[in-house]
């Protein structure tokens, strides 16, 4: 079973940068496909990047190129994501969510963090 | 780059059947998953690869796929069955997609 814990709500001045943290528990990160994904206020679930296990690279929407960035520390089994140059529609929950089966190339989520809200504003 | 489309509201009477679908030019050469998400809570695996259920989703929900469309079947639908429903795949570039979401009434 797999569990993940995010880090807490950030509020953000806008063209500041936020990073949130994804605490793994129950696998190590490396037996994991992570991704993350956004929910704006009232919208829908959008995919922001996450690791492509058929070619093994960590790829990242093209919304988001310059200005996230995903990365893993594989000795705490912690993932992260920072968004730089914020703006107010990057006001946002933030869900890592991962594959834990031996199948993801299709992208499933089987597991879910809590979501971290990320507030942008003056 | 590749989309998803997805109705945006669907009703059913209770214990009736309901199909909600995805369409995308990506679902031809990979499965779609769908999730489930109530107010305020994070989206939940329901069905994912040719129509497989996660332990602890009921038999209700079931999956199926032709052509550049997938569906999500719910047979018997309940009153805790209400909620949003959400299609994923991927595409060849390895760019990953939500459908827009099928808001769920349960009548």
């Known amino acids: 079973q797999v569990q993940l814990v995010q880090s807490g709500a950030e509020v953000k001045k806008p063209g500041a940068s936020v990073k949130v943290s994804c605490k793994v528990s129950g696998y190590t990160l490396t037996e994991l496909s992570m991704h993350w994904v956004r929910q704006a206020p009232g919208k829908g679930l959008e995919w922001m990047g996450g690791f492509d296990p058929e070619d093994g690279e960590t790829i990242y929407a093209q919304k988001f190129q310059g200005r996230v960035t995903m990365t893993e520390d594989t000795s705490t089994d912690t993932a992260y994501m920072e968004l730089s140059s914020l703006r107010s529609e990057d006001t946002a929950v933030y869900y890592c969510a991962t594959c834990s089966g031996g199948d993801c190339y299709s992208y499933y989520f089987d597991y879910w963090g809590q979501g971290t809200l990320v507030t942008v504003s003056s | 780059s590749s989309e998803l489309t997805q109705d945006p509201a669907v009703s059913v009477a209770l214990g009736q059947t309901v199909r909600i679908t995805c369409q995308g030019d990506s679902l031809r050469s990979y499965y779609a998953s769908w999730y489930q998400q109530k107010p305020g809570q994070a989206p939940v695996l329901v069905i994912y690869g040719k129509n497989n259920r996660p332990s602890g989703i009921p038999d209700r929900f079931s999956g199926s796929s032709s052509g550049n469309t997938a569906s999500l079947t719910i047979t018997g639908a309940q009153a805790e069955d209400e909620a949003d429903y959400y299609c994923?795949?991927?595409?060849?570039?390895?760019?990953?997609?939500f459908g827009g979401g099928t808001k769920l009434t349960v009548l």
């Open positions: 994923n795949s991927r595409d060849s570039s390895g760019k990953g997609v």
